[in-house]
Each structure stands twice: as C-alpha cells, then as structure tokens.
C-alpha cells in the first residue's frame, strides 16, 4: 500500500495566484481529511469527506478555500486567490474507521 | 469548539531517560490517539486507546486513557536519539462529529545522545 499521496511536496506561489493541492487516499477508506499545520495554530481541521461527499466544511478559512472530491480515489483543495497569510503544510488524511492516516504534506509559500 | 491541552510544550532529555506526556480536554472523548511527526513528514499513530482506563503498550511506549475520558498521558521509556519529533494526541468524539479528530499542539522531544 502507497499510503496517503500528496502532491506536490512544495510549492511556492505569488499572492493572487490560484493554488491546487492534490490528495490520493488511501484505498479502501471512506472518509478523507484536509489539515492545515502552521506554528501557531497547530493542525487544524479544514473539511472533511465520507463517500466522497463533503460532511463538515466548517474550518475553511474564507471563502477562497474550495475542496472537491469527484471520486473515491482523488481529492483537491483549492485557494483563489492565495494570500501570504494561506502559507502553511497543508495535509490529507484518510480514514476507515478510528484513527488517520496522513500523506506527507504540501508546504505552501505564498510571497 | 473541543480544545486540547497538551504538555509540556517541548522536552529536551537525555538519552535512556524515560518521558512522559499528557493532554485534558474539557469535553469527553470516545477514542484517544498518540501520533508522533518527524521533520518534514505527516503525523504517523503510535498508539489508539479505545476504553476509559484503558492502558496500552507499544513497544518502549505506553498509554493511558482517563477514567473521566477527559485525558490521556504517553510515556516513553529508555528513550533513544530516533524518538526526537514532535508527538501529539488527538481525540475522536460522538455522534455527527465521530469521525473528527481534535489535536493538541503537540510537545517537541529532543534527546541528546
């Protein structure tokens, strides 16, 4: 098993660009996970999904945050238009029942 | 929203001393986790506790779920130059909310060989 993949690892970008995290669950797992982890606001909960239907958007931020997940096996956050203050690692996790399993992360850097 | 209280905030032991963590929450949980992130990676479970009192092993790690299910505390025996990273517990709820997991801020170990 591949476990959670994320890509890119990295990515820098220029305020006012579009930014499209990606997310390949693990297979299997019904529910998917968006986390945001900055120094100060530790990991925090962004959306969440169960059979590819978002259940709890209430952590994103703005309204500039957006995330889709059109099938079991792909999910994308996305931010229009970025801002220096959206600089962060950005995880996804999946989960079958208790407990997550997380990619490795895209650290975001919005100059 | 639930919080988590996480302490210390950041140890810095000696190696094959023994460490110990804990986190209180003011709300209840069903379901306590202990994951630890290395640099550059996501977090990865250590240990999931599943019953108040509960107390589980794995490894040179041990924890305990309270009997108040309000908090949890990690302990981490011998310690070793590979357990430095940041740990963090989180806590899984009831009902609508099950499936989220609330973190606490996690508490920084560094061993020093």
């Known amino acids: 098993d591949a476990g959670v993949i994320q890509s890119p690892r990295h990515e820098v970008t220029e305020m006012g660009q579009e930014v499209t995290l990606r997310c390949k669950p693990i297979?299997?797992?019904?529910?998917l996970f968006w986390y945001r982890q900055t120094m100060m606001r530790g990991l925090e909960l962004l959306i969440y999904f169960n059979n590819n239907v978002p259940i709890d958007d209430s952590g994103m931020p703005e309204d500039r945050f957006s995330a889709k997940m059109p099938n079991a096996s792909f999910s994308t956050l996305k931010i229009q238009p970025s801002e220096p203050r959206d600089s962060a690692v950005y995880f996804c996790?999946?989960?079958?029942?208790?407990?997550?399993?997380f990619g490795s992360g895209t650290r975001l850097t919005v100059v | 929203g639930q919080q988590l209280n996480q302490s210390p905030q950041s140890m810095f032991i000696q190696e094959g001393e023994d460490v110990s963590m804990n986190c209180t929450s003011s709300?209840?949980?069903?379901?306590w986790l202990w994951y630890k992130q290395d640099p550059g990676e996501g977090p990865v479970l250590l240990i999931a506790?599943?019953?108040?009192?509960e107390l589980t092993s794995n490894g040179r790690l041990t924890a305990q779920f309270g009997i108040t299910r309000k908090d949890s505390f990690l302990n981490i025996s011998a310690s070793i130059p590979s357990d430095v990273g940041i740990y963090f517990c989180?806590?899984?709820?009831?009902?609508?909310?099950?499936?989220?997991?609330?973190f606490g801020k996690g508490t920084l170990l560094t061993v020093n060989p």
């Open positions: 709300s209840i949980f069903n379901t």
């Open positions: 297979s299997g797992h019904d529910y």
């Open positions: 996790a999946s989960s079958f029942s208790h407990g997550y399993t």
């Open positions: 506790l599943y019953k108040a009192g």
């Open positions: 989180a806590g899984q709820g009831s009902g609508c909310s099950n499936y989220k997991l609330t």
